[in-house]
T-cell receptor
Framework: SAVISQKPSRDICQRGTSLTIQCQVD?????MFWYRQQPGQSLTLIAT?????????ESGFVIDKFPISRPNLTFSTLTVSNMSPEDSSIYLC???????????FGPGTRLTVT | GENVEQHPSTLSVQEGDSAVIKCTYS??????FPWYKQELGKRPQLIID?????GEKKDQRIAVTLNKTAKHFSLHITETQPEDSAVYFC?????????????FGPGTSLSVIP
């Protein structure tokens, strides 16, 4: 297993501003994923980040709104840009680990936009 | 794309009884079926998974069965305990070139009554 951490754990932001969420893993991983979990809902994949290449975004998510960086094999950031109250959610990173590339999640960042 | 359905959405059982959660999927190419448990305010935790070359897998009180022909799989929890109370998400994988894209079901809220 690995230790996956996220910063910040929670934040309250004003609409129109941006927040950058960090995800750190204590071992090198090829693929990192960013999910959104709205209150009481399931997990929705935002994008997949492979080190050294552009992130791959899912339908309904665009790079201008959710820019992602993946500078090395242990770190990634997700920025939520020009926030609105509809962006209030939990944002989780996950990584593929293990012989069978199972996905494990970070603790999440709880974002509230006022 | 893949569509994952999960039933029931809520489930209440007496401590010691069994709980069964069922999921169906649409993409016959899916070959990986993980189950996650998410306690309130916590990250989703991988509790068991199964790949398409296996029909059943068991780990202590939890088991998963897979019927690829019918495109459904189930989670079985025996001798339930209050600490089993959580939201359970089934998921399937949509194979991509270099990684598996995991699609989550809507979740089942399980309550175990002492």
């Amino acid at each position: 297993s690995a230790v996956i951490s996220q910063k910040p754990s929670r934040d309250i932001c004003q609409r129109g501003t941006s927040l950058t969420i960090q995800c750190q893993v204590d071992s090198q991983v090829t693929m990192m994923f960013w999910y959104r979990q709205q209150p009481g809902q399931s997990l929705t994949l935002i994008a997949t980040a492979n080190q050294g290449s552009e992130a791959t975004y899912e339908s309904g998510f665009v790079i201008d709104k959710f820019p992602i960086s993946r500078p090395n094999l242990t770190f990634s950031t997700l920025t939520v840009s020009n926030m609105s109250p509809e962006d209030s959610s939990i944002y989780l990173c996950s990584v593929e680990l293990g012989r069978d590339y199972e996905q494990y999640f970070g603790p999440g960042t709880r974002l509230t936009v006022t | 794309g893949e569509n994952v359905e999960q039933h029931p959405s809520t489930l209440s059982v007496q401590e010691g009884d069994s709980a069964v959660i069922k999921c169906t999927y649409s993409d016959s190419a899916s070959n990986y079926f993980p189950w996650y448990k998410q306690e309130l305010g916590k990250r989703p935790q991988l509790i068991i998974d199964i790949r398409s070359n296996v029909g059943e897998k068991k780990d202590q009180r939890i088991a998963v069965t897979l019927n690829k022909t019918a495109k459904h799989f189930s989670l079985h929890i025996t001798e339930t305990q209050p600490e089993d109370s959580a939201v359970y998400f089934c998921a399937t994988s949509e194979p991509k070139t270099s990684y598996d894209k995991v699609i989550f079901g809507p979740g089942t809220s399980l309550s175990v009554i002492p």
